[in-house]
T-cell receptor, first 112, second 114 residues
Framework: GDSVTQMEGPVTLSEEAFLTINCTYTATGYPSLFWYVQYPGEGLQLLLKATKADDKGSNKGFEATYRKETTSFHLEKGSVQVSDSAVYFCALPLSGNTPLVFGKGTRLSVIA | DAGVTQSPTHLIKTRGQQVTLRCSPKSGHDTVSWYQQALGQGPQFIFQYYEEEERQRGNFPDRFSGHQFPNYSSELNVNALLLGDSALYLC?????????????FGPGTRLTVT
């Protein structure tokens, strides 16, 4: 079945460091791909999305490119801030466009 | 524009009891999905409601049931609670199926079973 494999954390970075969180997927066809973020004590927020191959989603300095050749959707940010500390989830639709299958999440801690 | 709201925020129940969680979708959304997020894990899909009917269901036992009302709000019911049901329960709403629409999540209900 469709699935997402996500880099396990935790990841600890210093402020202004470069961030990469790896995500690969297994799916039939070319589903939309999503990154969600969960700040401490909160629900999930959509961070960015890509709906077709070679699309680049971006938001708040984060970027991810839909690579069908490598079935990947890695999350990157050039300079992380303490406020980026959160858990990040890669996800794709189970069937059609909803519901979602999530990776296990990657906890990011950014220290000043 | 109100987002997805859930109630209650926290809940403590005893094994064997029953619980009802509530969700109001984002304005304009008519599809509601429920997820269970165990500590340190990603959310797991429970079921989805559209037009007041359960449309899809994940790998959860029949102890988990739901309902959707004409105003699109939804309830999640869990019977015969087990310790393993302790988790954050997330409700998500979305636009009608057929397009690349992302889901909008509520803040969740933290259920603790003792």
């Amino acid at each position: 079945g469709d699935s997402v494999t996500q880099m396990e954390g935790p990841v600890t970075l210093s402020e202004e460091a470069f961030l990469t969180i790896n995500c690969t997927y297994t799916a039939t066809g070319y589903p939309s791909l999503f990154w969600y973020v969960q700040y401490p004590g909160e629900g999930l927020q959509l961070l960015l999305k890509a709906t077709k191959a070679d699309d680049k989603g971006s938001n708040k300095g984060f970027e991810a490119t839909y690579r069908k050749e490598t079935t990947s959707f890695h999350l990157e940010k050039g300079s992380v801030q303490v406020s980026d500390s959160a858990v990040y989830f890669c996800a794709l639709p189970l069937s059609g466009n909803t519901p979602l299958v999530f990776g296990k999440g990657t906890r990011l801690s950014v220290i000043a | 524009d109100a987002g997805v709201t859930q109630s209650p925020t926290h809940l403590i129940k005893t094994r064997g009891q029953q619980v009802t969680l509530r969700c109001s979708p984002k304005s304009g959304h008519d599809t509601v999905s429920w997820y269970q997020q165990a500590l340190g894990q990603g959310p797991q899909f429970i079921f989805q409601y559209y037009e007041e009917e359960e449309r899809q269901r994940g790998n959860f036992p029949d102890r988990f049931s739901g309902h959707q009302f004409p105003n699109y709000s939804s309830e999640l019911n869990v019977n015969a609670l087990l310790l393993g049901d302790s988790a954050l329960y997330l409700c998500a709403s979305s636009l009608p199926r057929g397009g690349p629409y992302e889901q909008y999540f509520g803040p969740g209900t933290r259920l603790t079973v003792t």
